[in-house]
């Protein structure tokens, strides 16, 4: 898979992306590429019942597609609840999606927010074209027993019912994660490391502190790419697994 490389690649959640403090550590961060990494931003789309304005949302949505790789992060119920409680959770997602298009913006990537995926949010990825990040390499431990998530070790292509094939990089290591193995010579033995954080991390000086150190300590660790480049590699070399291989609870 995209020869025997170790690739290293970073995401993060932009949960906040209305919240001009939070925003501020955002684009500082982005900006520097900590480790030479480029960011790719997983952006929550604004909620109009929550008082968001979309048009503020726009203009910072698109200075982050222009630093690096951009992604749509659908939270479901509402902008501090991320799994769905209600209604098609793939309805969502094409809508936002669509949505995204109209505006002008052309997003890669997908996360579902709290890791929430289903065969129909699958299908609606595959059909706006994006690589999906909802996958994880270990279980979240606030998820409940039974909640339904993605799970996988490696980037795969997902075969879908449909006949479409959802390319995956799973999110590896969370900043905890990452900042407990790159002390360990054999920590990281992933060939492709895939480092999510949120963007609320960045405003608590001490895990800002944290999360810098370990991209640089990551970067003598592996290759340094973006997700739309790694993704770029990706077909052709990524194993093939069905979908009720990887969908998990």
Known sequence: MAGRTRYAVVS?????????????????????????????????????????????????ARQAAARGPLGQHTHWTAPDHARPTSGEPAARVLDEGRRWRELGLAPTLFCGGGWYSDLGVAEACAELGYVDCTPTAYRPGYLPAGAPRLALAEPSQIALPSGRTLLAIPSTHSLGMLARE????????????????????????RRRTVLVWALRALRCRGSVADLDQLAGLLPGT???????EVAAG
């Open 238 to 244: 990524a194993p093939e697994r069905v979908f009720a």
């Open 12 to 60: 993060c959640h932009v949960e906040r992306p209305l919240d001009d403090a939070v925003w501020g550590r955002f684009t500082e961060l982005q900006e520097r590429r900590p480790g030479g990494f480029p960011v790719a931003a997983l952006i929550r789309s604004p909620d109009p019942g929550h008082g968001e304005d979309e048009t503020a949302w726009l203009a910072r």
């Open 182 to 205: 790159v002390l360990v010579p054999t920590g990281l033995r992933a060939t492709v490391v895939h480092v999510h954080f949120h963007d609320t991390d960045l405003v608590d000086a």
